[in-house]
């Protein structure tokens, strides 16, 4: 099973009423760069999902899973 990290970032996301463009600076990347992420057309580094964990105050297990 391949996981799907891209809905897991637009649920949080929006859940938490960010923009594309503001998740992308507090990642310090670009809106494009996130926007693949968002369409699984990238992958992650564990650095920058340590980083998403702590904007949404989530564990990286939480994040991992299906249940946000």
């Not at 929006?14 to 990238?42: C, D, F, G, M, T």
């Given at each position: 099973?391949?996981?799907?990290?891209?809905?897991?970032?637009?649920?949080?996301?929006?859940?938490?009423?960010?923009?594309?463009?503001?998740?992308?600076?507090?990642?310090?990347?670009?809106?494009?760069?996130?926007?693949?992420?968002?369409?699984?057309?990238?992958?992650l580094?564990?650095?920058?999902?340590?980083?998403?964990?702590?904007?949404?105050?989530?564990?990286?297990?939480?994040?991992?899973?299906?249940?946000?």
């Amino acid at each position: 099973m391949k996981l799907n990290i891209g809905i897991q970032l637009r649920k949080l996301r929006n859940k938490h009423n960010y923009s594309q463009q503001a998740v992308a600076a507090y990642l310090e990347i670009s809106r494009n760069a996130y926007i693949s992420w968002e369409s699984n057309k990238a992958d992650l580094t564990i650095s920058k999902l340590e980083l998403i964990c702590d904007l949404y105050n989530i564990d990286l297990l939480t994040l991992l899973s299906h249940q946000i």
